[in-house]
T-cell receptor
């Protein structure tokens, strides 16, 4: 049973910010939110993760709502190379595996 | 480049055969994970090894087995292959094996297996 809900697809314009939503209304206190992406059958690429605070790294920002029931991944300036399937994953701190859902297919258009 | 290497990149074989996929984790990582990605099942966790020992098992068939060697590389053995085993097989590695917020998994480029 899926722990996250993501829109199946979204488009964004090159150079604009891409905001990718994820719902995880049943998240528990010890569960982290992870984001990975997969570019055309390549290995999934780690983007960012967080527990309850907002996080930022060189790739993206992760905004988690105060009740932790949803989050948004922000790609600040999308490029064509950001076209990929983006996976939002909820993972407990004592869970060894990553459980991938269907993800969101993001298409960046020139 | 994640630092995880997998060989071979492509493998074509026939039903009933046996193949071995190889994975070398990032330097310093003790855990290796295997995932299968097929068109109808998506990315699914198969098995995890930590420092040579099996730690967790997912939806791995009995025809499949894995091991992690003293140098920490891992092999996934697939036997009595069926058409439905055609998929991408990914290996990932992490420093530890779960339990800490820093335990991020980094994926290799994958092996594409085609069973004819």
């Amino acid at each position: 049973d899926a722990k996250t809900t993501q829109p199946p697809s979204m488009d964004c314009a090159e150079g604009r910010a891409a905001n990718l939503p994820c719902n995880h209304s049943t998240i528990s206190g010890n569960e982290y939110v992870y984001w990975y992406r997969q570019i055309h059958s390549q290995g999934p690429q780690y983007i960012i993760h967080g527990l309850k605070n907002n996080e930022t790294n060189e790739m993206a920002s992760l905004i988690i709502t105060e009740d932790r029931k949803s989050s948004t991944l922000i790609l600040p300036h999308a490029t064509l190379r950001d076209t990929a399937v983006y996976y939002c994953i909820v993972r407990a701190s004592d869970d060894y595996k990553l459980s991938f859902g269907a993800g969101t297919t993001v298409t960046v258009r020139a | 480049d994640s630092g995880v290497t997998q060989t071979p990149k492509h493998l074509i074989t026939a039903t009933g055969q046996r193949v071995t996929l190889r994975c070398s984790p990032r330097s310093g990582d003790l855990s290796v994970y295997w995932y299968q990605q097929s068109l109808d099942q998506g990315l699914q966790f198969l098995i995890q090894y930590y420092n040579g020992e099996e730690r967790a098992k997912g939806n791995i068939l009995e025809r499949f087995s894995a091991q992690q060697f003293p140098d920490l590389h891992s092999e996934l053995n697939l036997s009595s292959l069926e058409l439905g085993d055609s998929a991408l097989y990914f290996c990932a590695s992490s420093v530890e094996g779960g339990g800490t917020s820093t335990d991020t998994q980094y994926f290799g480029p994958g092996t594409r297996l085609t069973v004819l």
